[in-house]
Structure formats: structure tokens, C-alpha cells
């Protein structure tokens, strides 16, 4: 019986020791090798978004974050999950990190930003079971980069152009009517 016991108990203490070990196995480093705008940690101006260059030794099942904020306003900050490439980025990068390429938000817009990296579960997007924040140790200055269609305009459109154009096309119209075939009914 009580050799019963004692396989529980060494099971169990096998079990601490492996998630104990599991645990201190994720990312032990995160370097930020973002180098795109004036400042050393400037990132990438993607117009509109920007671009972060990390590299760590995150394990399977992990991926790394960026965190950012308007200085003096960390209540309004953005998540993001990065993507794994080890191909596009500085040597020895590998992850990339995108943020608000759809158009940075006027809360984000000619300020100071603050910026962090963290690993979080992978899948995530970097809301839950979120570790190893690395602070926010570095900002960088920002200017009126959100892009929306109305930005766009139609260069060489002049009026006579689309005259011409809409001429073109209901020529095509009358003249596919013209030479339809008539289908005789019987």
C-alpha cells in the first residue's frame, strides 16, 4: 500500500518539476531590431502603419507581441500578434510586427508613441496569457500618417477623357444590340 502512495507522490513531483520546466522554457530574450526612421528605434514607416523587426527564441506554441501608446495616454494602447519570418527582415530577425496598416487611428497621430514587445500564446492576438514584457523602453515621434480613400485622387481623369470613354462604351452597347442575332420563334 504504501508503495501506492509513494508512486503518487513521485508522479506528482513529476508533473511540478515538467510544468515547472515547460514554463521556463519560453522566450528568454527579445531584441528589438526596429532601425526605420530618424530615431534608432524608429519603426518602418509603411504609409500607413508601421513596421517593428524583433528577434527571440520564442518555442512553439508562442509568438511575440507589440504593444503600443500614445505617451501620457497608456489607457489607449493596441495589441498586435506578430508573424514569424525569418526571410524578409535585418539579419537575425524573426518576427515582424505590423501595426494598424489599415490606417493609424488620430489618437496615435502626430505624437510621441511608446512601444513594448511581449510573448503571449500563440493564436492569441496577444489579449490573453500574455508574459515576459520587455517595458516600454522606447518611443518614437509620429506625424499625420493615416491614409483613407478619400487621400486618393485620379491623376490625367481630364473631362474630355471620360466624354471619350463614356462615348466608347455605349457605342459597344447600341452596337452589340445592332447586330444581335433575331431569333426566329416557330
Not at 524583433?54 to 508573424?83: K, L, M, W
Request: proline share 5%; aromatic share 12%.
Amino acid at each position: 500500500m504504501k508503495s501506492k502512495y509513494f508512486a503518487i507522490a513521485l508522479l506528482a513531483a513529476l508533473g511540478f518539476l515538467t510544468a515547472v520546466v515547460a514554463s521556463t522554457s519560453a522566450a528568454t530574450f527579445i531584441n528589438n531590431l526596429t532601425a526605420g526612421g530618424a530615431s534608432p528605434n524608429s519603426p518602418i514607416d509603411l504609409n500607413p502603419g508601421w513596421l517593428f523587426w524583433v528577434q527571440s527564441d520564442t518555442v512553439s506554441g508562442d509568438a511575440i507581441c507589440v504593444e503600443v501608446h500614445p505617451q501620457g495616454d497608456a489607457g489607449n494602447y493596441f495589441r498586435t500578434q506578430c508573424s514569424y519570418d525569418i526571410v524578409n527582415g535585418p539579419p537575425s530577425s524573426n518576427w515582424r510586427c505590423d501595426v494598424f496598416t489599415g490606417g493609424v487611428p488620430s489618437a496615435f497621430q502626430s505624437k510621441t508613441v511608446e512601444y513594448q514587445f511581449h510573448t503571449a500564446n500563440y493564436g492569441t492576438n496577444c489579449q490573453t496569457n500574455t508574459y515576459f514584457f520587455t517595458g516600454f523602453n522606447w518611443t518614437f515621434a509620429t506625424g499625420p500618417t493615416a491614409v483613407s480613400l478619400q487621400s486618393f485622387t485620379a491623376h490625367g481623369q481630364t473631362p474630355i477623357l471620360l466624354l471619350l470613354a463614356a462615348l466608347l462604351m455605349l457605342g459597344l452597347v447600341s452596337g452589340t444590340a445592332v447586330f444581335r442575332r433575331k431569333t426566329i420563334h416557330k
